[in-house]
């Protein structure tokens, strides 16, 4: 058996987080996940850590008592490099499952765009309804981190310190390997060498606000596993579910901008049949105008940006849109910041005529 002791940013802090729901500014749904509490314990108590209580391919290691740390050096061996840490000591098998060649499902940005780890899988990425207030964390399993990373995490505080990682980001991938959506991560909390590598660590982390719905996690799955190839496929979900779709959408929409605008002058064909509420009519114009899963703003501001160019269209140009008496239907409702007797559809129409945009009704 292999010996190890896990280290986290903090020496001798206690980080404890129960398992709940936290409340996000400006109603963001955030789930409180479970936090293993890595660090030093009571000498009176076994210790039991969060990694006992998950299973990876049939089995979990077993873990030293809090009395028994006392006993072993403050050093994790596995793999090419060594982590010195601050805590708990566990026992690991020898053999670990050899995963490398598996498609990363999650990657770790820093502020310079850097990739500091591909990681096989997340938990705790999709968040419930809040509850109370406690804080979020993300679990991420079997990260494979770059140099400057494994320098990171075997430094001792002071080198942490002095040369912080400056994680910005948890990259979402789909099959293919290419981005689907990024969420803002904060601190590493904890880390320990990972049952899915040699090489690998599993890592918590302070989460974000701008994260995806778990109640939704069918939409994001159905992303992930084949993005959209014709138009309407949105049309199946509805109310928070098709909220979703424009989620993503967005999210998504950074790595499909930056290519040239369609010469002015251009038609577009904009099918109304389900066009039923605000966010179905953003998933038809986006797709109008950039095709299956495209992206052409998710609100009257972002509508209006993207008619500036630079997001798949150049004004002026012709918008065909069919079936409009649908929208005018369901989308007419006043709100507030519109004129006296303007509908939403009104101001829809109205943005785009001051853009230069013909809007032809059918």
């Not at 207030?133 to 494994?150: A, K, N, W, Y």
């Not at 390997?177 to 590493?188: C, D, Q, T």
């Not at 006043?334 to 230069?356: K, L």
Request: proline residues 6%.
């Amino acid at each position: 058996m292999l010996e190890a002791t896990v280290g986290g940013p903090s020496s001798g802090s206690r980080v404890r987080l129960k398992n709940g729901l936290e409340p996000a500014p400006g109603g963001t749904r955030r789930r409180r996940a479970t936090t293993p509490d890595f660090h030093a314990r009571g000498a009176s108590a076994p210790a039991t850590t969060w990694t006992e209580k998950r299973k990876v391919g049939g089995s979990t290691p077993p873990l030293t008592t809090a009395a028994e740390q006392h006993k072993r050096p403050e050093r994790l061996s596995f793999g090419a490099f060594l982590i010195f840490g601050d805590s708990n000591v566990i026992r690991l098998p020898v053999s670990v499952r050899h995963v490398d060649d598996v498609q990363p499902k999650f990657l770790l940005i820093d502020a310079d765009e850097q990739i500091c780890g591909s990681c096989l899988d997340a938990e705790g990425v999709f968040v419930e309804a809040p509850e109370d207030d406690e804080h979020v964390t993300v679990e991420i399993l079997g990260c494979l981190p770059s140099q400057r990373m494994r320098d990171y995490l075997s430094g001792s505080k002071r080198y942490r310190q002095r040369n912080p990682l400056g994680l910005e980001a948890l990259r979402m991938l789909d099959m293919a390997g290419s981005p689907l959506a990024e969420f803002w991560m904060g601190e590493i909390i904890d880390w320990r060498p990972s049952p899915l590598g040699r090489e690998r660590v599993d890592l918590v982390a302070r989460w974000g606000e701008d994260t995806p719905s778990a109640r939704a996690r069918h939409v994001w799955e159905r992303w992930r596993t084949a993005r959209p190839d014709r138009i309407n496929q949105w049309a199946g979900y509805a109310g928070t579910d098709r909220e979703e779709w424009l989620t993503i959408v967005r999210h998504n929409s950074r790595w499909r901008t930056g290519h040239p605008d369609h010469p002015s002058g251009r038609t577009y064909d904009l099918d109304g049949t389900h066009v039923t509420d605000k966010a179905s009519f953003y998933l038809a114009i986006g797709e109008a105008v950039n095709g299956p899963g495209g992206y052409f703003g998710w609100n009257l501001d972002a509508l209006s940006d993207c008619l500036c160019g630079h997001f798949g269209a150049e004004a002026p140009f012709t918008l065909v849109w069919h079936r409009s008496h649908i929208a005018r239907k369901s989308l007419a409702f006043s709100f507030e910041g519109a004129g006296a007797n303007s509908t939403y559809f009104d101001v829809i129409r109205a943005i785009f005529e001051e853009h230069g945009v013909d809007i032809v009704l059918r």
